[in-house]
């Protein structure tokens, strides 16, 4: 009985907390003005851990990011190197489907990501399949995107499963 208590106060104190966080319009007017088909235009590097749900960091890793653009069309690729000597490869093929929203695809990414930019901030929600203990495992992100000027990025994602937070990421992205 303790642990169902301990277990419904785990999520309304969670519940408490999504609802009071800062939503995208809190940057509206803040500069520079991010647009990723200018961001993400040719050659960029990332470096990157994620953290468990207690904190810990469970992987170290660097990114090799091109991106191209014809349009409102974008095709960002990205070669990861993991920490554990692990390769990795996604291609996310981004459209502009308005002034300040965008979709996504990428293969591990279960149907199309959602962003929207406000000032210098883009907030992207979707679901990816990771792999764990060699099994796959859907994990819903709440992924943001922070310019800081116009060749540097901070990137904090707060994973998910079944509305528990499970992890976080955090990111430098960098022009080369």
């Known amino acids: 009985m303790v642990k169902l208590i301990k277990t419904c106060f785990l999520i309304s104190a969670f519940a408490l907390l999504s609802a009071c ?5 809190t940057y509206k007017s803040a500069k520079p003005v991010l647009k990723l ?14 953290q ?3 904190g810990e960091v469970i992987q170290r890793f660097t990114v090799e990011m091109t991106g191209t653009w014809d ?17 990795q490869r996604r291609i996310w093929y981004i459209t502009k489907t308005g002034e300040n929203s965008y979709e996504g695809r990428a293969d ?6 959602k962003g929207t930019t406000a000032g210098n901030v883009l907030n992207w929600e979707y679901q990816l399949e990771v792999e764990m203990d060699g099994e796959p495992l859907v994990l819903t992100l709440d992924d943001w995107l922070y310019l800081v000027d116009e060749n540097n990025m901070i990137n904090r994602t707060n994973m998910y499963k079944w509305g528990i937070p499970v ?8 022009k080369k």
């Open 52 to 54: 468990d749900y207690s």
């Open 108 to 113: 591990d990414v279960e149907g199309v990501a």
């Open 21 to 25: 966080s800062t939503g995208i319009d």
């Open 71 to 87: 349009g409102n069309e974008g095709k960002l690729d990205e070669y990861f190197t993991y920490a554990d000597g692990r390769e």
């Open 167 to 174: 992890g976080e990421i955090t990111l430098y992205i960098g």
């Open 37 to 50: 088909e200018e961001f993400f235009k040719g050659d960029l590097v990332s470096y990157g851990m994620v």
